[in-house]
């Protein structure tokens, strides 16, 4: 599946065909200047906040009122049973969910206050600050190493000079974990990389459009426990510079990794409502809920 990139507005090259560069508008001795060049310096993390997220496929309601906030720079998990909402959720958070015809919410999911349903923004935007990565790794497969890379910037108008192109792809690799694999064979196609490369190659896909927040639903389920554990360590130095968001069904995995974490449950029949959330540790040392107890411990899931 591609739909992360592929259903976003394509803006088309410039038609001077010098991507990344204005001519001269008038007269002589005017320098050529790089057009919106990439920023240097690195992304900030954004607060996501869902609030009172209820969500429907056709008369089927699968979520009810879910509020949460997860705080910039900080990883938050949702845990929970199959079924129960979870990624439903994280689609609602970057704007997928309205992809599926039958599919409607109400609710609102604010990035730094700001309202990503609010008509005036362009749903692009939200793509590009809110990225996502699939349990599936989903490279394509007979493009590049290196054009995987920056394959998200087309897609979402981000404007990179072909000298920044190179130095791009180098920092999102390095920042993904996948550098020093890969950088002998930039040219090689994706499809030749493990499952855990090309979920880190999905990783630096997704930060080559500098994203303020990354959502990530079940990253590592297809993944061996060598790749889990160097993804698990590519999110932690991550989470400086990027929100992080993740859906596990492993709980080693969320007590590893996320500080914050929410717990998901669809009672028989019923939407799925956050039962509990809070500081991960305490929710696994000490649950309030005796539902996220019995969760946690393993006793149903
Ligand atoms: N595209 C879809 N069309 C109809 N129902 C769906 C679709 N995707 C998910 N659902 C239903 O929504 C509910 C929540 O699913 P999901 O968000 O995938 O849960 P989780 O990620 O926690 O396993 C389930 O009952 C599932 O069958
Ligand atoms: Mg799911």
């Not at 008038?26 to 869902?50: D, N, V």
């Not at 999905?202 to 990530?216: G, K, N, T």
Request: proline share 7%; with cysteine.
């Amino acid at each position: 599946m591609t739909d992360d990139i592929t259903t976003v507005e394509v803006i088309p090259e410039s038609p001077d065909g010098q991507e990344g560069i204005r001519p001269p508008r008038f007269g002589r001795g005017i320098q050529q200047q790089p057009f919106q060049a990439a920023e240097p310096e690195p992304a900030t993390p954004a607060t996501l906040e869902g609030r009172n997220i209820t969500a429907w496929f056709g008369d089927h309601q699968v979520l009810d009122r879910v509020s949460l906030t997860m705080e910039a720079g900080v990883i938050t998990s949702l845990i929970g049973p199959s079924g129960c909402g979870k990624s439903t959720f994280l689609r609602i958070l970057n704007r997928m969910h309205e992809l599926v015809p039958s599919a409607s919410l109400a609710g609102e999911v604010l990035l730094d206050g700001d309202d990503i349903y609010d008509p005036a923004r362009k749903l692009v935007d939200a793509r590009k600050q809110i990225g996502m990565v699939f349990q599936k790794p989903n490279p394509f497969p007979a493009m590049s190493i290196y054009d995987n890379v920056i394959a998200g910037l087309k897609l979402t108008g981000v404007r990179v000079s072909h000298g920044e192109k190179d130095e791009l792809v180098e920092s999102c690799l390095v920042k993904a974990g996948l550098w020093n694999e890969v950088k002998d064979r930039l040219r090689a196609p994706g499809a030749g990389l493990s499952g855990g490369q090309q979920q880190r190659l999905c990783i630096a896909r997704s930060l080559a459009v500098r994203p303020r927040v990354l959502l990530m639903d079940e990253p590592c389920s297809a993944l061996d426990p060598t790749s889990t554990r160097v993804i698990e360590e590519t999110m932690l130095e991550l989470a400086h510079e990027v929100t992080i968001v993740i859906v596990t069904h492993n709980m080693q995995q969320a007590q590893r990794v996320s500080q914050q974490c929410a717990f998901f449950l669809a009672a028989q029949g019923t939407p799925g409502t956050i039962i509990e959330h809070g500081d991960t540790e305490a929710m696994f040392a000490d649950p309030i809920d005796p539902r996220t107890h019995d969760y946690v411990s393993g006793r149903f899931g």
